[in-house]
């Protein structure tokens, strides 16, 4: 909970692909809080009764809505895959803005890893720019985990993704605060 909350505010790319990780944890312990406790929780090493409390229960509500889903064998939660498309929308925005020729130019320099990527994915086609590039980034991130052996291509390829990735996150963050001081504004009003 503290993690996810702290990576929401600053990067929405770490903040999915924890949240992808979680959802791992979750279907490796057999969506079994008291193995998440002993296995997970108490890595944290929080010792305050009211904080570990509220992180028990983050990890019981993503427990349930697992469950209710139907994510128990893959797939993700809504609220990540709302966040994604959210964030889909705001880069096909961003490639219509002649002010953003350096965010194009990163997503250009993206493009062939990630068209690359989408015909070797089962369901590949289905998946939207944003989708792809943090599965490639999470796949990535489990070849590294497992110690697998990963090419200089793949490597290079990610390097790009991730350049893309990065910029759209940075924009995405300040376009969620400008809107939210836009609001708050109106309402002083």
Excluded at 34 to 49: A, W
Excluded at 60 to 79: T, V
Excluded at 143 to 170: C, E, G, P, V, Y
Aim: aromatic share 10%; proline share 2%; glycine share 2%.
């Amino acid at each position: 909970m503290l993690i996810a909350q702290k990576r929401r505010k600053e990067n929405i790319v770490e903040y999915l692909l924890y949240m992808w990780q979680v959802e791992d944890l979750i279907r490796a312990n057999q969506f079994d809080i008291n193995l998440i406790e002993e296995r997970v929780i108490s890595q944290y090493g929080v010792t305050d009764p009211v904080i570990h409390g509220q992180i028990s229960e983050w990890w019981e509500n993503l427990i349930e809505m697992m469950h209710n889903e139907k994510k128990e064998n893959g797939g993700h939660i809504i609220i990540t895959q709302h966040l994604m498309n959210d964030m889909y929308n705001y880069h096909l925005y961003l490639l219509t803005l002649e002010s953003e020729i350096p965010y194009q130019n990163a997503f250009q320099n993206a493009w062939p890893d990630l068209e690359a990527l989408m015909a070797k994915i089962p369901n590949g086609d289905k998946m939207h720019h944003v989708e792809l590039a943090l599965t490639a980034i999470y796949d990535y991130f489990l070849l590294k985990l497992q110690k697998k052996t990963i090419l200089a291509d793949t490597t290079n390829a990610l390097m790009r993704i991730s350049h893309f990735m990065a910029i759209l996150s940075q924009k995405y963050l300040k376009a969620e605060v400008d809107l939210d001081d836009d609001l708050n504004n109106k309402h002083r009003l």
